[in-house]
């Protein structure tokens, strides 16, 4: 089973950092993912993390920690583009298949 | 990246009809496809993992026989919704796994209407 918890909402201005956890409890985990989703689109790939410690990409870096069930966005230098829902997904390995789950979400709002 | 292409991106339906929403892997083949379902302001729910050539394997709580599920080749799953009721509307959306791609890929997602 999962459950995998993220803030619901968050706020932060133009040029910010901004942190975004996720914690999670699951069987057969075999890595973390964090997806961007503008409203009504697709999401899309920001991070993989599937060993603990720091993967930076640009504006955006992701920490694992496997023993604390613990992850987090970075995103630098905000911008207003950047205003969109954050989802954190935890790949599990369950009777033989591997399976994407999503986290409650997280919804950011960047403002001038 | 890899490319999932989902059909229709919007469909609106009568209250007892059956809707059957298309997810195809466009250059690559997926053995799985997975299918999710998304309420406003809301996160991805899985609803099934589709199987090519096996029946799919559905999460708790989602009715196989509401949701029927067909993954008949490599390169297409399709989810019909059957006897739709306006609590069915919501934003349906698609993945699958290219093995050369540790990420999954995504279609465009549909949005489902029942009125």
């Known amino acids: 089973g999962q459950n995998i918890d993220q803030p619901t909402e968050m706020t932060a201005t133009e040029g910010a950092i901004v942190q975004i956890n996720c914690t999670y409890q699951t069987s057969g985990f075999n890595g973390l993912f964090w997806y961007q989703q503008h409203a009504g689109e697709a999401p899309t790939f920001l991070s993989y993390?599937?060993?603990?410690g720091l993967e930076e990409k640009g504006r955006f870096s992701s920490f694992l920690s496997r023993s604390k069930g613990y992850s987090y966005l970075l995103l630098k230098e905000l911008q207003m583009k950047d205003s969109a829902s954050y989802l954190c997904?935890?790949?599990?390995?369950?009777?033989?298949?591997?399976?994407?789950?999503f986290g409650t979400g997280t919804r950011l709002l960047v403002s001038p | 990246g890899a490319v999932v292409s989902q059909h229709p991106s919007r469909v609106i339906c009568k209250s007892g009809t059956s809707v059957k929403i298309e997810c195809r892997s466009l250059?690559?083949?997926?053995?799985?496809m997975f299918w999710y379902r998304q309420f406003p302001k809301q996160s991805l729910m899985l609803m099934a993992t589709s199987n090519e050539g096996s029946k799919a394997t559905y999460e708790q709580g989602v009715e196989k026989d509401k949701f029927l599920i067909n993954h008949a080749s490599l390169t297409l799953s399709t989810l019909t919704v059957t006897s739709a009721h306006p609590e069915d509307s919501s934003f349906y959306i698609c993945?699958?796994?290219?093995?050369?791609?540790?990420?999954?890929?995504f279609g465009q997602g549909t949005r489902l209407t029942v009125v």
């Open positions: 993390n599937v060993l603990d």
């Open positions: 997904a935890v790949r599990e390995v369950d009777t033989g298949f591997q399976k994407l789950v």
């Open positions: 250059d690559f083949q997926a053995t799985t």
């Open positions: 993945s699958a796994r290219d093995p050369r791609w540790t990420e999954a890929f």
